[in-house]
Structure formats: structure tokens, C-alpha cells
């Protein structure tokens, strides 16, 4: 690294609260200095560099393209920086564990499990939040989202946890003697649907059902869905590792199945460091699901 060419701390931090806070008067009391003083460091910011960070033609200064890129970087260089000072210091050492997954993950996957991990460990205490939402993932916040799809998110780091891909499922005694061999056959069944946003209501609006139905659907709660679908309420979408016994014993019957490679469950966290809960977690999880394999 070329340490002669990093801008002075104490401009970086007050760019950093510049943009955190969006004005110099809010970045001069976040830092305990005069609004004149967070002026001063943002121009000898630009002079430093010898680039323009601020549009200074309107009323309130915006942040140009090069400044963006450098508050970005500030953001993430300054996250990272206050973690590691949590960890040596030992202010995340009571921290709760958050965790994130989507209901039906929680539901059908980890809440089976979880009592073999707080055996392990007692000594982490566990905030669960299962959630459709697409949290974020911030200091001091949720430390691990556990998400559906392809992977492929920008920000996070995502690893690959259990490989699976949705499949549409219904009971013998919904389906029998019917015809399910298209899916315009498929949409005069009633369809059984989550409650907001979930892996499962994603695959089905993705591919028009919602708009194409003339069954009907039913909304419930994610732990609530599959009980309906043995019980031939109506036809769902979930993925197979958690219908994969009802499968085998009958109970339920796959019409369709999609098999876009590399879907699947993720664990998703922030890039750089991570505290000794969340690395004990991770552990476990990955051995839990490697144990099924």
C-alpha cells in the first residue's frame, strides 16, 4: 500500500460524515467540530486528490461521480474499521446473534435444527427474524441473511447452503383424475400462496400465475402452506428439500419442477470481518447441511 498517497484521516472522516449525514452542519456535530472546520477538510479533500467530490452549483452541495466512488469506499473502509475495533475491544462480546432467513426456511429447515446448535454453544444468545424482506446488513445489525435465488447479490458475500430448486406440488386427492399436464390446466386448480413477498410468491408472479389463475388462492402463513397442500386445499410452490418425504411417501405429487441450475438457500453477510458468534454459527450450519448431502 501506498500510504503517502491516502488523504489525511480526519478529511476522510469528515467526508464520511459529510455524506453519512448529508450536510456540514450535521457532519460538524456528529465529529464534535465547527460546521467552517468540516468545509476546510472537504477542500483539502479535493486538493489532495486534485479532483472535484463536490457539485457545488445548487443550493446544497451533491456528491459528483468521483465522489460517489471515494463515499462508497469510505463507507465500507470506515464499517470495516469500526467491527475490528468492536472485536479487540470486546463491545460485540454480549451481541446477540441476528439472524435472518425467510419464514419457510426457518420453518421447514432451521428451527428442526437449531436446538442441536444452542447445545454447542449456550453461551451465544439468538435474535431470530424471519423475514420476506431483503434485509440489510449493517454494523451493529442483522449479522446473517439466509436467502433464496441465484446468489448473486452485490454488496454481500453469499454462500451457497443447501442447493435446491422449486417444484409445484399437490395431493392425490386434489389432483386425482384431473389434468395437470399443462400449466393452462394447472391454473384451474386453487393455488395455496404466502402472505406478502416469499420465495415461493416471487416464482409464482415471476411466471404469470398470479395474473393467470382462475382457481383461486388461498394466502397463509409460510408454516401453514404445506399443511394445506397435503391436505389438498390446494396446489403450492415450494422447494423439494422440504416436500422431499411427502414425496416419497405419496403424500404429495410433483407437476413441475424447475431446474435452473444453482438455486438454492445462501447464507448472505457483509465482506471483512466477523465476530466469533457469527463464525460458530456459520460452522454449524454449513456441517448441518453437509450432514444431509
Avoid at 467491527?83 to 439472524?99: D, F, M, Q, S
Amino acid at each position: 500500500m501506498e500510504w503517502r498517497d491516502i488523504p489525511p484521516l480526519a478529511a476522510l472522516r469528515a467526508f464520511a460524515a459529510f455524506n453519512e449525514s448529508g450536510s456540514v452542519v450535521a457532519a460538524g456535530e456528529a465529529l464534535g467540530v465547527s460546521h467552517a472546520a468540516i468545509s476546510q477538510q472537504l477542500r483539502a479533500l479535493e486538493e489532495h486528490l486534485g479532483v472535484t467530490l463536490f457539485d457545488r452549483s445548487g443550493r446544497a452541495m451533491q456528491l459528483t461521480p468521483d465522489g460517489d466512488i471515494l463515499a462508497q469506499g469510505c463507507a465500507d473502509g470506515f464499517a470495516s474499521i469500526a467491527r475490528a475495533v468492536a472485536l479487540v475491544t470486546g463491545a460485540e462480546a454480549t451481541r446477540p446473534l441476528h439472524i435472518s432467513p425467510t419464514p419457510s426456511f426457518a420453518a421447514a429447515w432451521l428451527m428442526p435444527r437449531l436446538a442441536e446448535f444452542r447445545a454447542l454453544h449456550p453461551e451465544i444468545n439468538i435474535v431470530l427474524n424471519p423475514t420476506a424482506e431483503k434485509v440489510a446488513l449493517t454494523p451493529g445489525g442483522v449479522d446473517l441473511s439466509i436467502r433464496y435465488g441465484a446468489g448473486q447479490w452485490p454488496g454481500v458475500e453469499a454462500t451457497l447452503l443447501v442447493e435446491t430448486n422449486m417444484v409445484v406440488v399437490g395431493a392425490p386427492s386434489l389432483i386425482d383424475c384431473c389434468d395437470t399436464s399443462t400449466p393452462e390446466a394447472l391454473s384451474l386448480f386453487p393455488w395455496l400462496d404466502e402472505v406478502c413477498t416469499s420465495e415461493s410468491s416471487e416464482w409464482l408472479r415471476a411466471r404469470g400465475v398470479a395474473e393467470g389463475n382462475r382457481g383461486g388462492f388461498i394466502q397463509m402463513p409460510g408454516n401453514l402452506l404445506l399443511d394445506g397442500a397435503r391436505d389438498g386445499q390446494g396446489l403450492a410452490v415450494t422447494v423439494r428439500n422440504f416436500v422431499e418425504a411427502d414425496i416419497r411417501a405419496g403424500r404429495l405429487v410433483v407437476l413441475q419442477q424447475d431446474d435452473t441450475p444453482g438455486m438454492g438457500y445462501h447464507l448472505v453477510t457483509r465482506p471483512g470481518i466477523q465476530r466469533p458468534p457469527l463464525r460458530s454459527f456459520l460452522k454449524w450450519i454449513k456441517k448441518a447441511a453437509r450432514d444431509l448431502t
